[in-house]
């Protein structure tokens, strides 16, 4: 079963669920989630195993809030880009482009996400999730090729799939910089939808 979320309590100052999380992650993309400990996490925040506790009922949960992050995020996008009055080609471009910048803004915790295989519950929920953000981008580029606004000779779920992909490489690669992230949107939007619009 998947730990429910804990709410959030106040530790030492400088310590609190969300100073745990992010030290969490961090230590998840330089180590790998199955190498860290709660050890490791207490030690570099300079506080005892108990006091972690305090805020958290272990290593999976931290897992689960960290790919949450990355995940309400991008839903949080595609509700934004669902709202729009704007043809459907639009909300398509608008999407890829939130998405990226999602990812900057959330950088460590996509980063997490994306590494995740589908080993416990909460990455299999994780997984699912992932699946129906997919599913929501599919459809949206059935709409535009609906609308004429995109190519009609590409699957849909081919082209979700390649764009995501484009836009998840970045965890690869980029490192968030003040103002990167928008010259990245903009270079990965053009180079998509320069090749999938309609002449």
Known sequence: ???????????????????????AVRLFNERGYDATSMFDIAESLGITKSSVYHHISGKEQLLQMAMDRALDGLFEAADEVRALDVPA??????LVRRSVLVLAERFEYVTVLLRVRGNTEAEQHALSRRRDFDTIVTDL????????????????????????????SLTEWYRPR??????????????????????
């Open 89 to 94: 080609p639009e909300r398509l471009e608008r």
């Open 1 to 23: 079963m998947i730990p429910p979320a804990a709410p959030r309590r106040r530790g030492r100052p400088g310590h609190d669920q969300d100073a745990v999380l992010a030290a």
């Open 178 to 199: 003040t103002g990167g992230a928008e010259a990245i949107a903009d270079a990965l939007t053009r180079i998509a939808f320069e090749g999938l619009r309609t002449e």
């Open 141 to 168: 580029v059935k709409q535009a090729q609906a609308e004429g606004g995109v190519r009609p000779d590409i699957d849909p779920a081919t082209v979700a799939r390649l764009i995501l992909g484009m836009v998840n």
